[in-house]
C-alpha cells in the first residue's frame, strides 16, 4: 500500500508541473516517513549520493560544450554535414541528423542539441523551403542521438547508479546502436523527400568545399576521438578525460577558431555551473529517495511483482519496455534513470539479463520516450524554438517516433549485438 501512495503522490506532482528535482524531494520525504526514520537523514543521504568522483565528468563535459557552442563550432558542424549530402533530395535533413550525431560527441544531451544546434537547423531549413513543422520534428527526433553517441552523460549516471558497470564500457556500448539509429532516421528522410519532392542544393559543392568545412569542423570531431582513444588506450580514466575534453575545447575554441573572448569563458563557466548545480540537486535527491525505497523494500517488492507477470526473460524485457516509455515521457532521462534503476536492477539479474547490455537499453528506451507524444519532454523544447503549435509537432513527429520505438523494440532481442564491441575490448 505504501509503495502505492508513494508512486501515486510523485506523478501527481510530476503531473501538475512541480519541478522534478522538487518532487523527488518530496517522495523522498514520503519515503522516510514511512520507514520511520528521522528527517535527518535525508541531508546525509543527498551528500552522499553525490559524493562519487565518478560525477566529476558532469560538470567538465558540460563546460566543454558550452565552450565549444560559444566558439562557433556549432553552425560549421551543420555546414559540413551540408556540404556533403546537401545536393541530395531532402539533403538539408540528412544533414540535420548527421550534425546531431556529431554534436553529440560534444554535448552529450538532447536539449542543448535541440536549443544550440536546433536552431540553427530548423531556421537554415525553413529558409529552403522544408516545412517548419517537418524541421522541427527532425530536429527533435536526432536529438536524441547526442545523449547516446559518447561521452554521454546518462551513461555516466546509469554506471554509477548501477554500481557493477564501467563507464567506458557504456561509451563503447553506445556507439553501434547510435550508428544504426542515424542510419535509420536518414532512411525515414529519404522516404519523405521522395514522396515531397523535398528541395535541395542545386550541385554538389565541390570536394574543395567539403575540405574547408571539414578543416574548420575538424578540431571539434577529434574531440570524441581524443574521449574515447584515450579511454581506450589507458591514456586516461573516463573521469580524467573530462577534464582533457574541456581543456581542448578551451584551447581550440581560443587558439585554433579564434571565436572565444573571456566573456564567453565566463558566460560558458556561469551556464556551467547553473547546469552542473540543476543535475546534481537531482542527483543528490534522488539518491535519498532511493535510499527511502529501498529501507521500504520496494525494489523487492517490484522484483517479485515482475517474477509474477514475467516468466521469462524476453517477457521481463517487454515489461520493462513499456513501463520506461511511460517513465520517458513523463520524466527527465536522468532522473528517471535514478529513480527507475535501482528498483528494477533486482529483476533484471533474476532474470539473468547482463547489465552492462540492461543499462544501454534503458538509457535509449527513456530517451526515445523523450520524443513520444503526447508528453515527450523534448517536443516541448524543440516546438519552442521552432515558433510552432504542439499540435503541428504531434503530426510531425509520429513517424519519426514509431521508428525509434521500433529500434527499441529491436534491442530487446539484439544483446549480442550490443555487447560485440563492448566484448572486443575486453568488457
Known sequence: MEAIVVLVVFLLLVLIGVPISWSIAGVSLLTLFYSDVAFSVLPMKMVGGVNT????????????ANIMSRGGITKRIFLFCDAICGHFSGGLAHANVLASMLFGGISGASNADAVGLG??????????GYKRSYSAAVTAASAILSSIV??????IVYAVTAGTVSVSAMFIGGIVPAVV?????????VYYAKRYNFPKNEKFAGWRHVGKTALQTLPALFMPIIILGGIL?????????????????????????????????????????????????????????GWGITTMRLPQKISEWCLTFAHT????????????????????VTPAILIIVPILVPAARAFGVDMLYFGLFVAMTLTMGLVTPPVGMLLFTTSTVAKIDLS????????YALVEILFCILLIFAEPVLLFLPGLFGY
Not at 568522483?53 to 566543454?64: D, G, N, R
Not at 559518447?150 to 551513461?155: D, K, M, Q
Not at 526473460?313 to 527527465?332: E, N, S, T, Y
Open 53 to 64: 568522483f565518478t560525477f566529476l565528468c558532469i560538470p567538465f563535459f558540460i563546460f566543454a
Open 119 to 128: 536552431a540553427i537547423e530548423i531556421e537554415m531549413m525553413t529558409e529552403k
Open 150 to 155: 559518447p561521452p554521454s552523460n546518462i551513461f
Open 181 to 189: 539509429l542515424t542510419a535509420l532516421l536518414i532512411a525515414l528522410n
Open 233 to 289: 588506450g589507458g591514456v586516461f580514466t573516463p573521469t580524467e578525460s573530462s577534464v582533457v575534453a574541456g581543456a581542448y575545447a578551451l584551447v581550440v575554441s581560443a587558439f585554433v577558431l579564434r571565436n572565444l573572448t573571456w566573456r564567453d569563458v565566463y558566460e560558458a563557466l556561469v551556464e556551467s555551473a547553473k547546469m552542473t548545480a540543476v543535475v546534481m540537486f537531482i542527483i543528490a535527491v534522488a539518491a535519498a529517495m
Open 313 to 332: 526473460k524476453l517477457q521481463f524485457m517487454m515489461l520493462c519496455f513499456a513501463l520506461l516509455v511511460i517513465i520517458g515521457m513523463l520524466v527527465d
Open 392 to 399: 503541428a509537432m504531434y503530426k510531425a513527429i509520429l513517424p
